[in-house]
């Protein structure tokens, strides 16, 4: 006879482990989009949420500039080495006048390359966090998802204060100036230059004066974080707000991403500017800053950012990248233009730049179009403008007028 062995092991019930004591997470709201328009079988189904560009037709294209600077690079390198925790050197310098302007350097700020936008964000809250513990950050709502949960997941608390009114469509300056009263010396506040992510609004000129005078004056470190530079109203004016508050304020930090302008995503090409005091903190910061990296990533990806610097380093190519980006700018206004003019109730998404609108849409409307229409877009009212195009605008903006 067998023994019983066998069965009794059958019986065995593994005792809970540590992953049992976590908690399931909600889907990230963008995913949650992406989700269920994968499952619609609807061939004219539009899709408005995911956050990258798309041309006439639908496509996320790999830029001509990017195709040639690839086959340069296979061609022409001899290793793939290791480089450092701060990356290539050499695609943050080439990168640093687009980005800081032609009046911005010295040795009171320096950067580094991050994997994407989420990288710099992840290493400025780590270094933000290292610095003072205590430090609170300001974000405005409504805002980009991830900015909070990337400055929490590095230990800091979140503050946050008005920024947009999404009924009225308004950018809420005062709202959000007399929130920021009760900011303490040392705290920081996220900015976006250029193309907000949800909103598509923008401070004026006296805005940002007004802003950095009062960061200037009261000890905030700003965090300015810029997605989406030259798919508003331009490469220089997206970075206006930027240079101007590195104009006016002590110490800041800079998080750039190269996911759109260059149609990098899945590479993850980003860069971090620290703007220090003296040359001696930013050399602490520098050091701390490869330090932890060390440890969130260890070496950022090298592919995207040589395609990048070799693009800027190349008269040619960059010319090539400046038109296709004009291109992509331009497609977009003229896709805000069009919407407006086609339902006359959302006119302000013309005066809205860059990749996104916040329509005045309730939940119950989204779900509508999801489900009557199959246009996806986040729960928020979220819509990706890049997403729209000849064939599907007309299609949208009569939708959009049934559920008014
Ligand atoms: C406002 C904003 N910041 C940062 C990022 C992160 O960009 P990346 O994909 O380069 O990490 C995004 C991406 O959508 C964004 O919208």
Excluded at 197 to 205: I, L
Excluded at 255 to 283: M, P
Excluded at 384 to 397: D, W
């Amino acid at each position: 006879m067998k023994p019983a062995m066998s069965s009794n092991r059958l019986d065995i019930r593994p005792a809970p482990g540590l992953m049992d004591t976590l908690d399931e997470q909600p889907l990230d709201p963008m995913l949650m989009v992406l989700h269920l328009l994968r499952s619609d079988p609807r061939p004219n189904k539009i899709d408005l949420g995911i956050g990258v560009y798309r041309d006439n037709t639908g496509c996320t294209p790999i830029l001509q500039a990017v195709k040639s600077a690839e086959r340069h690079l296979v061609e022409t390198q001899t290793s793939k080495d290791y480089l450092s925790p701060e990356g290539d050197a050499g695609f943050v310098a080439a990168l640093a006048p687009i980005v800081l302007g032609d009046g911005i350097g010295g040795e009171t700020i320096w950067g580094m390359q991050t994997p994407g936008g989420t990288g710099a964000l992840r290493l400025a809250a780590a270094l933000l966090h290292r610095t003072n513990p205590e430090c609170r950050v300001w974000i405005g709502t409504p805002g980009y998802v991830n900015h909070a949960m990337l400055m929490q997941a590095a230990g800091l608390e979140v503050v946050d204060h008005p920024f947009f009114d999404k009924p009225s469509q308004t950018l809420l300056f005062d709202a959000m100036m007399s929130a920021l009263h009760e900011v303490r010396r040392g705290d920081a506040i996220v900015l976006q230059s250029g193309c907000h992510n949800p909103t598509g609004v923008e401070f004026s000129h006296d805005q940002w004066r007004d802003l950095a005078a009062f960061l200037n004056d009261r000890g905030v470190v700003p965090v300015i974080d810029m997605a989406y530079q030259g798919l508003g109203a331009g490469l220089d004016e997206d970075a206006w707000g930027l240079r101007h508050v590195l104009d006016h304020v002590p110490e800041a930090l800079v998080c750039v991403s190269g996911s759109k302008n260059f149609g990098l995503y899945r590479d993850r090409v980003g860069a971090l500017w620290v703007q220090g005091t003296n040359a001696g903190s930013v050399r602490r910061a520098r050091t701390n800053l490869n330090l932890m990296a060390r440890t969130l990533w260890s070496m950022p990806p090298d592919h995207g950012a040589a395609v990048v610097r070799t693009i800027l380093d190349t008269p040619a190519l960059a010319a090539q990248w400046r038109a296709e980006l004009e291109t992509m700018r331009l497609r977009i206004a003229g896709l805000r233009h069009d919407l407006a003019t086609a339902v006359p109730e959302f006119e302000t998404v013309k005066t809205q730049s860059g990749m996104f609108s916040l329509l005045p849409l309730d939940r119950d409307q989204v779900t509508w179009l999801r489900i009557e229409h199959g246009i996806y877009m986040v729960e928020s009212g979220r819509i990706n403008i890049a997403g729209l195009n000849e064939g599907n605008l007309p299609v949208f903006a009569n939708a959009l007028r049934s559920v008014l």
